[in-house]
C-alpha cells in the first residue's frame, strides 16, 4: 500500500469491519481511509433483517442491489429491489430498515464518512 494502490476482494475484504471496506474507520495512510464516503459489501441470508431501525441518521445512502431480492424499509414505506442494479437513494434523516427476501448482495454508499459512528 505503499503506492497509494489497495488490491482486494469485497468477500474477504468486507469482513474486517462488519462489511464496510471505505470510510473514516480505515487508518490513515490506508487508501480505503475517508472522511467523504462509506461504501459497504453486504452479503444477507434469505431472512435476514437489521436487528433494530436506524433512528435520525445523519448521512445520506445509496443502496444498490446485485443479487437476490431485498426490502429497504421506511417509515411510510417499503422499497423491493428485486433486479440487479435496482437502487434507493435515501437522504439524512430518514429513518430506515432492511429485510433479506432472499440470498442477496447489495452495495451500499453513504456519505459523508463521520467519526463517531458505529460501524456495523
Not at 470510510?23 to 453486504?42: L, N, Y
Not at 433494530?52 to 424499509?73: D, K, N, P, Q, Y
Not at 422499497?79 to 435515501?90: A, E, I, N, R
Request: net charge negative; with cysteine; charged share 25%.
Amino acid at each position: 500500500m505503499t503506492d497509494g494502490i489497495y488490491v482486494g476482494n469485497a468477500d474477504p475484504d468486507a469482513l474486517a469491519d462488519h462489511g464496510w471496506l471505505l470510510g473514516h474507520f480505515k487508518p490513515e495512510g490506508d487508501p480505503r481511509h475517508s472522511a467523504d464516503v462509506e461504501i459497504k459489501w453486504g452479503r444477507h441470508p434469505r431472512g435476514d433483517r437489521r436487528a433494530a431501525w436506524v433512528r435520525g441518521e445523519h448521512r445520506t445512502a445509496l443502496l444498490v442491489l446485485i443479487s437476490g431480492c431485498f426490502h429497504m424499509e421506511f417509515p411510510e414505506r417499503t422499497v423491493v429491489l428485486d433486479k440487479q442494479g435496482d437502487y434507493v437513494v435515501w437522504s439524512r434523516g430518514v429513518d430506515h430498515s432492511w429485510y433479506a427476501a432472499e440470498e442477496s448482495v447489495v452495495l451500499t454508499v453513504r456519505w459523508p464518512s463521520i467519526p463517531g459512528y458505529a460501524v456495523r
